[in-house]
């Protein structure tokens, strides 16, 4: 009997303990302002900004320092950010963009900002009857908090969706609506001249040729002369750039049928050290009313002949979720966003560790030290945001996780529709 009332009371003193402890993180986050109700595996907040939603994001340090810039999909503009204490992000300024005016894909490299101007479609806020600002502008970052306009590129179109920046002259763009040509193309430009360099585009997409389904999302991520691009449902594309006034096709690895023909190909990963490539598609419609998405590992050994190794496992909701699936949870389910900048030294530059942003099943890593066996091994899901900020996602207001960035610290930051910003952590295995 004294045996059982000792084992009681050490049972109630370990419950008051982890309680204690439980009550302590609670607090813990309520002092941080991190809002309460994610699920993790194998991460942890560590920071969090309430901010109008940011989109798009890139990085720098500058005397020790770090300097966090993002997009907006609600906004129209960029804002600063110094995460020097990840615990306690400040918002240093918010740069005014032009209205009517998509401003949600940007780059920071070599000391210059570069941000896309786009048409911001009617379903995502914006008003056909108004003007609008098209192309990008490139930036100054000499002062890190300050950036100083240097030039406006206009592609006389609707402007350019996604682009990549690895320093130098280049910018490689998603040029969109420009005449003659049916959908989105990939132009080479050459900002200090304000010109076009070079262009290429996939046989269907130009007036006059036979139609097909070809959409260069961006960006091209360029690693030595060999331009990897994401061109929608006309999938992977490889160009050889060594001139860059006269791209060359090196392959094509095509992914649809049998998988979503919309945004087939979203992303590209060239990851040349083990000779692989990840490569995602991006959902679109709501409650998984398409046809498959996938995040996948392609084998670039001989970049002539890209071939496809293994598919990432599913998300699965965490035990005790109100719905079977994520395709119960409304919004989007499926892969959009992979931390991408790894031409950056700021950036973590892992070649066997991916990070995959998945709408409405949050942030998802994966160890992929085998190529044919990828493994989910943490994931971080926020709370449904309680605040609407803009049109989407149009069927329920859910959590919808729209990209990611992980500095060389380890600090890893998502930006979503309708809320702010988060800093997380891996922890635990």
């Keep these: 009997m004294q045996k059982r009332t000792r084992i009681l009371s050490f049972l109630l003193f370990a419950c008051g303990v982890f309680s204690g402890l ?18 993790a595996k194998n991460m942890q907040a560590v920071g969090y900004l309430e901010m109008e939603p940011p989109f798009k994001l890139a990085i720098q340090e500058v005397e020790g320092r770090w300097y966090l810039y993002t997009g907006h999909l609600w906004a129209h503009g960029w804002s600063i950010i110094d995460v020097t204490e990840p615990t306690a992000p400040k918002l240093l300024k918010f740069v005014e ?34 003007p609008f600002e098209e192309g990008f502008l490139t930036w100054d970052l000499s002062d890190p908090a ?11 179109g609707t402007g350019v969706h996604r682009l990549g920046y690895y320093g130098g002259p280049y910018v490689h763009i998603s040029a969109r609506g420009l005449q003659d ?28 040729e036979p139609p097909e389904s070809a959409n260069l999302h961006g960006p091209s991520y360029v690693v030595g002369n060999l331009a990897y691009l994401p061109f929608g449902g006309a999938g992977m594309v490889i160009l050889d750039i060594s001139d860059v006034s006269q791209p060359k096709l090196v392959s094509r690895l095509d992914f649809s049928p049998p998988f979503n023909d919309n945004i087939t190909v979203h992303s590209v990963l060239p990851l040349p050290e083990r000779e692989l490539a990840v490569v995602t598609s991006e959902a679109i419609r709501p409650g998984c009313d398409e046809a498959l998405n996938h995040a996948s590992i392609v084998e670039i050994a001989d ?12 998300p699965v909701p965490p035990p005790g979720s109100p719905y079977g699936d994520f395709c119960e949870k ?55 945001p309680v605040k609407r900020y803009g049109p989407q996602p149009a069927d329920t207001l859910v959590l919808q996780t729209e990209d990611v960035l992980v500095d060389k610290r380890g600090f890893i930051y998502i930006s979503n529709k309708n809320q702010g910003l988060w800093i997380l952590r891996l922890s635990g295995g």
């Design 330 to 384: 409304g919004g989007r389910f499926g892969p959009h966003n992979l931390n991408y900048h790894r031409h950056s030294r700021f950036v973590e530059n892992n070649e066997t560790r991916v990070y995959v942003t998945y709408f409405n099943a949050g942030l998802r890593v994966y160890d992929i030290s085998n190529p044919r066996i990828p493994r989910e091994v943490a994931y971080f899901i926020p709370p449904n």
């Design 303 to 314: 970049p002539a002949k890209p071939r496809l190794l293994s598919l990432f496992p599913l």
């Design 22 to 39: 439980l009550l302590t993180h609670s607090q813990a986050n309520a002092q941080n302002g991190i809002p309460e109700g994610y699920v």
């Design 146 to 156: 300050n950036p100083k306009r240097l030039s406006h590129y206009r592609t006389g």
């Design 97 to 130: 963009g032009p209205e009517n005016t998509w401003t949600i894909q940007m780059e920071v490299e070599d000391g210059k900002m570069i941000t896309a101007l786009q048409n911001q479609a009617e379903r995502w806020g914006g008003n056909p009857d108004q």
């Design 181 to 208: 040509y049916r959908s989105g193309i990939y132009e080479i430009v050459d900002w200090e001249k304000n010109a076009v360099v070079g262009r290429w585009w996939v046989p269907g997409q130009r007036e006059g």
